[in-house]
């Protein structure tokens, strides 16, 4: 199954982190220190790194069959090519044996899975089948992408923002308990980078409140908290087939759930119809969310070669966040005891300008861009967004009420600030170019610590 190499792709030589000199412009200062790449040194890393998507031929020949064979639409011939892809899906995220039980499913229902269009419209389908509407708040964390609040607003309800954990930057329980009012009707955490939240608390606070649960899995398929997977901790979990996704099909999404909950969910992503009900027979209203065969075949294909990546993946983040840990100021985030799986859609770590010699992280980016190693500063804060907060004032202003107030989310501002992400294509490569983030970081440190 060799990968398929874009056009204008090159084999480039792998170059050594030249952190120890041997070259006119890399070898020590006066100082001691290497010169740095963003200042006219060599390198730490040369030559590219994993590309992300990575087609195969067996990719190409899936999706060739579905157009030859025409079963392009999931509603129409192509549904069997759409179901194969849900039925594997719900499998990679089945409880076996050894999963910790959950108030939401005490019966242990099989987990089924619905192909959507995209993270974003599991969300709202996810949100539409547990009820929420307008006059409902939504707990959610500000650090993520802006589809877990907007989810809440396009059905008219309101965002309602709870700080996150400082070990995972995961919604933290104790502050989703705090931001609960009488008209909070759901909690969404995000299991950011693709580190679960902790959801025993989650789903317990949730069980007891009687609120919907659902997960933003979007960037974690196959994650797993006390060795339960992700997506079937609650009512439903979404997830995300966009390109930069551990698993892509360049657009695309899935909700997991369980009984007449997730036939909910089927039913709004294909315009009110019911399974096995007449083609204009709509039960309620819905919206075309459908995935297409081609999406699915895609889909399909590359399930098979994930558990090999997720595993390379978790073995270079253990890997590079022990390397990580022992530079001054720089703290990745490091799965904590509950997490059984980590889907490593990113390598978070935080940035103390202080301990390089105050340097911003703009600056701090900029030379490690230059030392040969892509990252970014991540999210913004969400409840700094002036759209989401004018739509959110706008919803609640619709059934006469006061638009909540806004409550202090210290650990997530800080993330916003000082956060730095390594992406999940690079937790690919070879575990000496692996190694070469750490010696690139290193050598930054040296120079400026
Ligand atoms: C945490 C999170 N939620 C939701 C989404 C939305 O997914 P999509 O881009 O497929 O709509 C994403 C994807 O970027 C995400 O990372």
Known sequence: M?????????????????????????????????????????????????????????????????????????????????????????????????????????????????????????????????????????????????????ACLFLGAVPVFADVDPGTLCLDPAAAAAAITPRTKAVVPVHFAGCPADMSALADLCHERGLALIEDACQAPGAAWAGRPVGTWGNFGCFSFQESKNLSAGEGGAVTGRGTGIETVWSLHNVGRTRG????????????????????????????RFPAQAARRAAAASHLGALLERVPGIEPLLPPAGVTAHAWHLLPFRYDPAAFGGRCRGDFLKALLAEGVPASSGYTLLSDNVALRERAGANAALVGAAQPAAGPVPVAAAAAENGCWLPQNLLLAEEEDVASIAAAIEKISRAWG
């Open 2 to 150: 060799d990968a398929v190499r874009p056009e204008g792709h090159r084999d480039a030589a792998r170059v050594r982190p030249a952190v120890a000199g041997g070259d006119a412009r890399s070898g020590p200062t006066s100082a001691g220190r290497a010169l740095l790449a963003v200042d006219g040194g060599v390198p730490a890393h040369r030559g590219p790194w994993p590309v992300w998507p990575q087609p195969t031929e067996d990719d190409i020949a899936a999706v060739a069959l579905v157009v030859r064979d025409g079963t392009w639409c999931s509603a129409a011939r192509g549904r069997d090519v759409v179901q194969a892809f849900e039925r594997d899906f719900a499998a990679l995220h089945a409880p076996g044996s050894d999963a910790a039980p959950t108030p939401f499913d005490a019966e242990g229902a099989p987990v089924d899975a619905v192909a959507v269009t995209s993270g974003t419209s599991a969300l709202i389908v996810a949100l539409a089948a547990v009820g929420v509407g307008p006059g409902n708040e939504v707990v959610v964390p500000p650090y993520t992408f802006i589809a877990t609040a907007s």
């Open 277 to 304: 009900g007449a083609w204009y027979g709509h039960a309620r209203i819905g919206q075309n969310l459908r995935l297409t065969g081609l999406q699915a075949a895609l889909l399909r294909s590359q399930l098979r």
